[in-house]
């Protein structure tokens, strides 16, 4: 069978474990986890709640759950284009900091129109993230530095030094944040009234599917992605082969600081639109778990994503009208990125069963 197939029966092992063992959790707290899980629905916009208020619908909800996971989606890629080469971008939080903070002081206090203000945003966080990634790699190709030390080393550092930045120059003396981006320079449309609703409207989820398909393009149909990959399985057989080791580790960990950039730039001027000083996303984080579930490939981490934003951003909701800690939701993402880092095992097994049916017919 396909390992595609493989790698599908892996993440909806992982998913269904991860939500019996949620359920054993929830029936133990004495709540009824049918209702539980139906809550973290209601609360994504994809099943109706009881009542509405203040100019709200279900398609509000929903909207405003494609505007939370859209970061994560460019996230998960950048992690997904560093993998595939053989390196950890652990760095994705760090790279979003630095592209979005650049596209804020540029562009985002300007009065430049919108219609060039939202490209420039993109452009200039793109740029941000990928000189970072690029450094990373760069550092791995030509002192043999390790990218997760690097990184990680970066992370701090950027946070600091904008953190720094922003409590001197920019922050908001109510919020202790920076300050509030201008409209023109917002990737979210916020809270558009269309008839007697308003709605979130993230115009970087488009783009964020856009880059799905680019992504994959770039990894299965052109030279790049091949030799990407296959510096990624073998490095020294990739060398011998006459594949640039070090120019394919520069140039992929560029395109993952880019996309790195472009989250930050959705997540900062487009969900949000300040930054806080010294924090770090916990987005670049979480997207190593989505990446994992996804099974590394740009088309699985898209419902990967999909999948762990329900239980994310539904979580808050199911606390709310169960009295479950939010908590519970993390205990269940944890269960199911658990599984999933044993899915070695797992397809061990999968082949064992099928040996042992082809033995037998």
């Known amino acids: 069978m396909n390992k595609k197939y493989d790698r599908v029966i ?13 359920a054993v959790i929830i029936l133990i707290l004495k709540r009824n986890p049918i209702s539980a899980y139906y809550s973290l629905l209601r609360g994504c916009g994809l099943a109706p709640k009881v009542k509405y208020a203040g100019g709200k ?4 909800d929903f909207s405003s759950f494609l505007d939370y996971m859209t970061p994560m989606l460019f996230a998960a890629l950048a992690v997904v284009v560093a993998f595939k080469t053989g390196l950890f971008n652990i760095g994705v939080s760090g790279q979003m900091l630095v592209g979005s903070f650049l596209a804020t002081i540029l562009i985002g206090y300007s009065n430049i129109p919108s219609v060039l203000a939202k490209p420039l945003v993109i452009i200039i966080a793109a740029a941000g993230g990928g000189l970072i990634g690029g450094l990373i790699g760069y550092l791995k190709y030509r002192f043999n530095i390790n990218e997760v030390v690097s990184s990680i080393m970066l992370n701090y550092t950027a946070s600091y030094i904008i953190g720094f930045l ?13 300050r509030d981006i201008g409209a023109n320079a917002r990737l979210t449309l916020h809270q558009i009234s269309i008839g007697s609703y308003k709605y979130d409207i993230p115009l970087g989820f488009i783009l964020a599917l856009v880059a799905i398909v680019a992504v994959k393009i770039l990894l299965d149909k052109t ?4 030799e990407i990959k296959c510096v990624g399985a073998n490095r020294e057989a990739a060398r011998y082969s006459g594949i640039k080791v070090g120019s394919s580790m520069v140039i ?21 639109s300040t930054i806080q000083p010294k924090v770090l996303s916990p987005t670049g984080f979480d997207a190593i778990a989505v990446c994992l579930v996804g ?18 951003k539904g979580s808050t909701y199911m606390s709310s009208q169960m009295g479950l800690e939010a908590e519970i939701a993390s205990v269940i993402t944890g269960l199911i990125l658990l599984t999933s880092a044993c899915s070695a095992f797992i397809l061990e097994r999968i082949k064992m069963i099928r040996r042992k049916r082809g033995a037998g017919e």
């Open 252 to 272: 992929s960990m560029l395109i993952s600081g880019v996309l790195s950039g472009i989250a930050g730039a959705v997540c900062y001027l487009g969900y949000i």
């Open 223 to 226: 030279v790049l992605g091949f």
């Open 10 to 22: 892996v993440a909806a092992i992982a998913v269904f474990l991860g939500l019996i063992a949620g």
């Open 57 to 60: 619908n279900m398609l509000s």
């Open 295 to 312: 099974g590394s490939s740009p088309v699985g981490i898209l419902f990967s994503t999909f999948f762990l934003m329900i239980i994310s």
């Open 166 to 178: 922003i409590n001197t120059r920019y922050v908001d003396p109510v919020s202790r944040q920076s």
